[in-house]
T-cell receptor, first 117, second 116 residues
């Protein structure tokens, strides 16, 4: 079965610094899709960034980027120039095909990021 | 852009009560999901639906029913609320394309359930 593991329960950083959140995954699929989501204090879950396994380039969106290390089954999220409003819970997720072209996301347990002034 | 609206935002029930949570999306997405979020346990899939009137059980379907009477709405029913149960229920949707969907899930803001 597929699995997503986030070993860091919480991280605290000073604003304007760079933070990396770890995520490792398990899959038997040759092609797969990885995602990072952010859950704000209000509970809203927002899509941030994705990495398609067949792409060699690391995905980048704004001040979010990914460190995709396929041989290590690792997909780290890097946030540069952190801001107070980046404080949230970050979930790593992987697409799992249920049937045909229907999929679901399997989530890690999340990493709580606290950005301090 | 679109939005997923979940109602109610907060739901307080009594033990044994039947409780219904509603979800509406205006993305015109085919597939909708209900996830449950418990503290320390991440998100777990309860039910999903790939089209109107379709229902599929997820990993945590026992104790729940679902209904997809329209493409835009997906309801979840807790058939018998458990005492001291506390969880957040999240509705999500995605556009399932052909040839293997690779699309992103979009989430509603959640319904927070407390059972007295």
């Amino acid at each position: 079965a597929q699995k997503v593991t986030q070993t860091q329960t919480s991280i605290s950083v000073v604003e304007k610094t760079t933070v990396t959140m770890d995520c490792v995954y398990e899959t038997r699929d040759s092609s797969y899709f990885l995602f990072w989501y952010k859950q704000t204090a209000s509970g809203e879950i927002v899509f941030l960034i994705r990495q398609d396994s067949y792409k060699k380039e690391n995905a980048t969106v704004g001040h979010y980027s990914l460190n995709f290390q396929k041989p290590k089954s690792s997909i780290g999220l890097i946030i540069t120039a952190t801001q107070i409003e980046d404080s949230a819970v970050y979930f790593c997720a992987m697409r799992e095909v249920i049937t045909g072209n229907t999929e679901k996301l399997i989530f890690g347990l999340g990493t709580t990021l606290q950005v301090q002034p | 852009g679109g939005i997923i609206t979940q109602t109610p935002k907060f739901l307080i029930g009594q033990e044994g009560q039947k409780l219904t949570l509603k979800c509406q999306q205006n993305f015109n997405h085919d597939t909708m999901y209900w996830y449950r979020q418990d503290s320390g346990k991440g998100l777990r899939l309860i039910y999903y639906s790939i089209t109107e009137n379709d229902l599929q059980k997820g990993d945590l379907s026992e104790g729940y029913d679902a209904s997809r009477e329209k493409k835009s709405s997906f309801s979840l029913t807790v058939t018998s609320a458990q005492k001291n149960e506390m969880a957040v229920f999240l509705c999500a949707s995605t556009d399932s394309g052909t040839g293997g969907s690779q699309n992103t899930l979009y989430f509603g803001a959640g319904t927070r359930l407390s059972v007295l």
